[in-house]
């Protein structure tokens, strides 16, 4: 290499960490410095959620790429139910025709969008794909461990139709629709820790613990969950088994009725999972 390749090679590389470093000084400054404005009442930049929305749209299409929708979804009894079943868990946020979102989907930022036209941007299989797993940052909810594989697929199947639907017909569809059971999820046929892991986020576990192996704020409301397998007792009086724990996670108002930990409807698979999965940390 030449003396004067060399200075030209030295000098790019000096170029471009200095921009690095100014860079890193200048993220640093916004972060600490408390400048950018995380307000609910104000929005991103625009070019921010465009490559959001951008970055989400190919993450979806990837991860839902070998889904397969079953033929159910173009039967018109399983897009009723998923009328119902969309009324109940989907309105609230998405609204419908000639239905507003309620209060809470409309202060949401980013706000959460019209699904009327849903079926027309998204194959079923990525509909499917973030009705089960949600979208991380977005507000939107993963319903894998709320609905059953059927009840989501019923959502899928509605929201192909809706496109189709007048605000009278929506109305009409709804009421003929009723307020449908949700289907009963499978149990596993063995305790599952990775899968209690996951129901560890999706019951919100970690918004009052510090669970390990689980991200989520610095909480200290509720005790940290590591090294429960090594502890005696569970709330200090119960013998600490599997099956106690399990008991504990569905109802612990009915174990401790002085405990403050609510009962937040998890299932008895569910309990069995992330009992396996804490015991094992």
Not at 252 to 261: K, V, Y
């Amino acid at each position: 290499m030449t003396q004067r390749r060399r200075l030209v090679v030295i000098t790019v590389g000096a170029t471009l960490a200095a921009l690095a470093v100014l860079a890193a000084a200048v993220g640093t400054l916004l972060l600490y410095g408390g400048y950018y404005n995380v307000a609910a009442t104000r929005s991103h930049f625009q070019w921010v959620h465009t490559l959001l929305e951008i970055g989400m749209r190919e993450s979806v299409r990837h991860h839902a790429r070998e889904v397969t929708a079953p033929p159910s979804v173009a039967h018109a009894e399983v897009a009723l139910r998923g009328a119902g079943l969309y009324r109940d868990n989907c309105l609230q946020c998405h609204g419908a025709p000639g239905v507003a979102q309620g209060e809470i989907g409309r202060s949401m930022q980013p706000v959460p969008g019209s699904l009327a036209d849903a079926a027309r941007r998204w194959r079923h299989n990525e509909m499917y794909w973030i009705t089960r797993h949600g979208i991380k940052m977005s507000g939107m909810p993963a319903w894998e461990f709320h609905l059953a594989e059927e009840d989501i697929w019923a959502i899928v199947a509605f929201l192909t139709v809706l496109p189709r639907l007048s605000p009278a017909g929506y109305a009409a569809m709804a009421e003929q629709a009723g307020h449908p059971a949700r289907a009963a999820r499978p149990p596993h046929p063995h305790p599952d820790a990775e899968n209690g892991r996951l129901a560890l986020t999706q019951y919100a576990c970690n918004a009052c613990h510090v669970i390990p192996g689980v991200t989520g704020p610095a909480t200290f409301v509720g005790p940290p969950l590591r090294g429960l397998g090594e502890r005696q007792y569970i709330a200090g009086h119960l013998p600490n088994t599997a099956d106690n724990l399990a008991r504990w996670i569905r109802d612990p108002q009915r174990m401790d009725p002085s405990t403050a930990m609510p009962a937040l409807d998890v299932t008895e698979s569910d309990a069995r999972d992330i009992a396996a999965y804490l015991l094992a940390r």
